[in-house]
């Protein structure tokens, strides 16, 4: 083995465990790879770059354009019509045309641009014909990954597959060289699931009905048990003249200001920069354990502020920063202050990120590599906080950077838990004291000792004087709070949820938004919508507690609340896509004969051998914006630039695989195991060694790992590459056995309440099929001719 191919191998080894650990994103990890191969000279610079340029990326940028023209000319509204008036009520008739509908589509549009049309379109379907959607939400994922298989546009692996063959001097597949053996294996994947794997798949019931009917199914799918109160704001309150969002209201006990009214008038969602005034009456709604916690909280008694104590205090704690390193556990990760201090023994004052200093709601803030935290602990602490590999060093703090670098002005004051307060024999670190008004326990009073920075799992005592550091405004938050006169009784506050003009929907992240691995809060929901997310499925189940340490994932269902005219803003925002009908307008779908005609037109050129595919998708993604289709903007942000930059990124590895000869030695391997027992059983074994590669890779990354080994293998057997590269085209694109095998995977998970066995009990014996299929049928198409 020479230096090149150890050089070569050290980078894949490197890659693959970032791309599976996921630690690092994936296209972070191509342009990572990217640089590696030009610095260590293993590709020129502008091999290196080529990937941007090459055909095959081209022509896949622009298909996402083409496909995402369709989309916006209104062709699910068409869709959804044709499916119900072919397939009536019958769950076989209605998983094989959708089925066969989304891998019609899938021929000449992104595998994830079709999941994401169709999945509202069959998440209605079923609410009409009170089918599960988990009954037919699978069928269609796996739909595009078939419907993918039967043109070289139809998914990324085709393409790149086709630009391999040429890049190495062979004759490049053409549009419809895939059709044959593709539909074949659409036809043979659409009856087995139809017929057989729907015996597996499960039945979610989250099928609803009538309009009221469906707020109460949707409440009671995710778990909520909630009730209404009114709060009013007395004459004297401390909050008159705040806002909404610094009365702690809602974020405090994590409740849902349902509603103020004010003069006879009434305001739904209010805005948390809404002031509030002298008797105004506020709706709140919530879990009955929130509001139950709302109430002992108004139980402590403020006694007074404690210089005194504080400067004892002092005497015993340390103030200190420290680095986050690059590789800390605590990189994008969210705590609440007893968490932190549970796992560190140390109270997060602050959070420096450069030049910005942050010292409010702590807990909803991500902490980030190279983050600077301002930790309080005790003296005996420091060292240990020392050697944590968590943190990159520490030094200590002294007061006037306190004053001018994080300008810190909090007093220290004491709270005491009445003798027979409910809060008694609970645990602190179960109290959501200290995150609803960032407070910093300092110590404890009990029997006459003071106990310095209590650990987390001390109960508390009826009697216990808590010694509390926070800010003038939060205590205010508090007392505030305390002065709210609560009515349970008022026979005027109806539930809300049942009126109509709020309502409930569920929405999904788009898999082509910027928001997805976003923590929750960035989402920004209440200030740009209105709205209130109350839960979120993940995993087949609700999730409904500390939501604001969420990082969202792809498959999330979303359950947001607000009134209806607010809701349907989401349907303009391409980040979302809804799953409960508000009653919308139909989607106008005047353009779409446009749009059907752009794309025969990009398909008669290529077939007429007039344009090679990447021109005639470029001029087609074109003809949509001068058509109107779509804007530019739209275009744009219709990209997988995630995919893009993966793709090129990758490209130079396959050519340093190439050139370094490590493709041959893997070859070699490939021959001396297989080579005995004939091509087909070579072309076999790169089947199976490319499905399973899909389960935790990119599917375009296999295949530009596996093309210059499959060309190397076959070229050594003394045959021509196309039909062993047809097969591992079909088996990257058989990525069935788990959701995170491919985007529609999980795009589909969360709206299908499914859970990661579901995709092996169907998704397994689903690759049999295909990978035996294709074995028995590749020869009659592609035989293994002699070069």
Not at 744 to 769: C, E, S
Request: hydrophobic share 50%; glycine share 8%; net charge neutral.
């Amino acid at each position: 083995m020479t230096l090149e191919i150890a050089l070569v191998f050290g980078i894949l080894l490197v890659a693959l465990l970032l791309l599976v650990s996921e630690r690092v994103r994936m296209d972070v990890v191509a342009l990572m790879v990217l640089g590696s191969l030009a610095i260590c000279g293993l590709v020129t610079p502008q091999a290196a770059v080529a990937g941007f340029s090459n055909a095959a990326v081209i022509a896949v940028w622009a298909t996402f354009i083409l496909s995402d023209g369709l989309t916006r000319t209104g062709i699910s509204d068409l869709i959804s019509r044709l499916i119900l008036r072919l397939a009536g009520r019958h769950e076989v008739s209605m998983i094989f045309v959708i089925m066969i509908a989304a891998g019609s589509l899938s021929a000449f549009m992104s595998n994830i641009g079709v999941a994401a049309l169709m999945l509202p379109v069959v998440v209605d379907i079923s609410r009409r014909t009170r089918l599960p959607a988990s009954r037919l939400l699978m069928p269609l994922a796996y739909a595009t990954l078939l419907g993918g298989m039967t043109t070289m546009i139809g998914t990324p692996p085709n393409l790149l597959i086709s630009e391999a063959l040429s890049a190495n001097g062979f004759a490049p597949f053409q549009l419809f060289d895939f059709t044959p053996l593709g539909v074949i294996l659409l036809c043979a994947g659409t009856l087995f699931i139809a017929l057989v794997g729907r015996l597996w798949l499960p039945k979610v019931k989250t099928e609803i009905g009538r309009r009221k009917r469906s707020q109460r199914n949707l409440r009671k799918q995710y778990g909520l048990h909630t009730r209404s109160i009114e709060m009013r704001i007395a004459e004297e309150s401390i909050l008159v003249g705040k806002t909404l969002a610094q009365s702690r209201i809602g974020s405090a006990a994590g409740l849902i200001v349902m509603a103020l009214g004010r003069d006879n008038s009434a305001e739904l969602m209010p805005s948390r920069q809404t002031v509030l005034q002298a008797g105004d009456k506020l709706v709140v709604q919530g879990q009955l354990d929130r509001f139950t916690e709302f109430r002992h909280w108004s139980e402590l008694v403020i006694e007074r502020e404690a210089p005194v104590l504080q400067s004892l205090v002092a005497g015993h704690v340390a103030i200190i920063e420290v680095g986050v390193a690059e590789d800390s556990p605590l990189v994008d990760q969210l705590f609440s202050h007893s968490e932190f201090r549970e796992r560190y023994s140390a109270n997060l004052l602050a959070v420096r990120r450069g030049d910005m200093v942050r010292r409010e709601n702590l807990p909803n803030v991500p902490i980030r590599a190279n983050d600077v935290l301002l930790l309080q602990t005790e003296l005996d602490n420091v060292e240990r906080l020392a050697h944590f590999n968590d943190f990159s060093g520490y030094r200590a703090v002294n007061q006037s950077e306190l004053a001018d670098v994080y300008r810190l002005q909090e007093h220290v004051f004491v709270v005491r838990v009445p003798r027979e307060s409910a809060l008694a024999g609970g645990l602190l670190k179960r109290s959501r004291f200290g995150d609803a008004f960032d407070f910093h326990l300092l110590g404890l009073f009990r029997d006459g000792k003071l106990i310095i920075l209590p650990p987390a799992d001390v109960p508390l005592v009826g009697g216990d004087l808590l010694l509390i550091q926070g800010r003038e405004e939060d205590l205010d938050a508090l007392r505030g709070l305390q002065e709210l006169e609560i009515d349970t009784e008022n026979a005027a506050v109806i539930n809300a949820l049942e009126g109509d003009r709020l309502a409930l929907t569920e929405a999904t992240l788009d898999p082509r938004s910027n928001l997805i691995g976003k923590p929750l809060p960035e989402l920004n929901l209440r200030d740009k919508y209105g709205l209130e997310l109350v839960a979120v499925w993940r995993n087949g189940e609700p999730i409904r507690l500390n939501l604001h340490k969420l990082v969202m994932k792809l498959g999330d269902a979303l359950l947001l609340l607000g009134p209806r005219e607010k809701l349907r803003l989401l349907e303009n925002d391409s980040d979302y896509l809804l799953l409960t009908p508000l009653g919308q307008r139909p989607q106008d779908t005047s353009k779409a004969p446009i749009a059907g005609a752009i794309i025969a037109a990009v398909v008669v050129s290529v077939l007429s051998g007039w344009l090679p595919i990447h021109i005639a998708a470029v001029i087609g993604a074109t003809l949509m914006v001068l058509a109107r289709c779509l804007t530019m903007d739209e275009a744009y942000r219709a990209i997988d630039w995630r995919a893009i930059f993966l793709i090129a990124g990758m490209l130079p590895l396959g050519v340093a695989m190439e050139q370094s000869g490590a493709a041959r030695l893997l070859a070699e391997a490939t021959l001396s195991l297989l080579g005995p027992l004939g091509i087909w059983w070579v072309i076999a074994g790169l089947f199976l060694v490319t499905s399973f590669a899909t389960i935790v890779i990119p599917t375009a990354a296999v295949v530009v790992l596996m093309s210059p080994i499959v060309i190397s293998v076959t070229t050594d057997f003394g045959v021509a590459p196309h039909a062993a590269m047809m097969a591992v085209a079909m088996a990257a694109s058989s990525s069935f056995t788990s959701p995170i095998s491919h985007p529609a995977n999980l795009l589909v998970m969360g709206p299908g309440g499914y859970r990661f066995a579901d995709y092996l009990k169907i998704g397994l014996p689903l690759t049999l099929l295909i990978f035996a299929l294709t074995m028995l049928v590749l020869p009659l198409f592609w035989p293994a001719v002699p070069i």
